[in-house]
């Protein structure tokens, strides 16, 4: 059971948006901790996404674009593409447990 | 260009030892903390251990607490991880990862892995 939580899967087709969640609880993101993002290729190394709830690494489309309130976070991907098919992961720091921690991650499915 | 290249995984029987080792370049190494990041086989991912630039400050999950140690030799941009006590349930692929520094610890540039199965 991963302190930060996703849906397992989300799913949508070419062209469309969709919305990936992260909930937390008051001692990781309801504490100010900020929200990173990666996504995982198959069979590769994750890539960092979103840093900081919003910001955009030099290279990552526009597409892609986070926002955080509260115990939650969010992932949006619009104008989806076949080649976002993907894992996602959300990471923030929990203070009760003092570590650097996961969300369980969420297959985007690309119909 | 980052890059961050790991080496030392492979085969090991359960409760014996694996030294990994992660070879960076592409930025001044003593700069930045580090982090091993795992993920088990079909798993999400699970951070192991960071440790701050000058090797003075380190932390753990607690699964590996007492069986893992982080270490970096900064003459040589190396990152190390001693694992000792292996278990079955430390089979993954171990991410050597370089640290984000932003207000929250996270990851900006990640290796390419190295896979370790422990098992009889």
């Known amino acids: 059971q991963s302190v930060l939580t996703q849906p397992p899967s989300v799913s949508g087709a070419p062209g469309q948006r969709v919305t990936i969640s992260c909930t937390g609880s008051?001692?990781?993101?309801?504490?100010?901790?900020?929200v990173h993002w990666y996504q995982q290729l198959p069979g590769t190394a994750p890539k960092l996404l979103i840093y900081s709830n919003s910001n955009r690494p030099s290279g990552v489309p526009d597409r892609f674009s986070g926002s955080k309130s509260g115990t939650s976070a969010s992932l949006a991907i619009t104008g989806l593409q076949a080649e976002d098919e993907s894992d996602y992961y959300c990471?923030?720091?929990?203070?009760?447990?003092?570590?650097?921690?996961f969300g369980g991650g969420t297959e985007l499915i690309v119909l | 260009e980052v890059q961050l290249v790991e080496s030392g995984g492979g085969l090991v029987q359960p409760g014996g030892s694996l030294r990994l080792s992660c070879a960076a370049s592409g930025f001044t190494f003593n700069t930045y903390w580090m982090s091993w990041v795992r993920q088990a086989p079909g798993k999400g991912l699970e951070w192991v251990a960071n440790?701050?630039?000058?090797?003075?400050?380190?932390y753990y999950v607690g699964s590996v607490k007492g069986r893992f140690a982080i270490s970096r030799d900064n003459a040589q941009n190396s990152l190390y991880l001693q694992m000792d006590s292996l278990r079955a349930e430390d089979t993954a692929v171990y991410y050597c990862?370089?640290?984000?520094?932003?207000?929250?610890?996270?990851?900006?540039?990640w290796g390419q892995g190295t896979l370790v199965t422990v098992s009889s």
């Open positions: 990862a370089r640290d984000l520094r932003a207000k929250t610890p996270g990851v900006d540039y």
């Open positions: 990471q923030s720091y929990d203070s009760s447990l003092s570590v650097v921690v």
């Open positions: 008051n001692s990781n993101l309801g504490a100010g901790y900020d």
């Open positions: 440790i701050n630039q000058d090797g003075g400050e380190k």
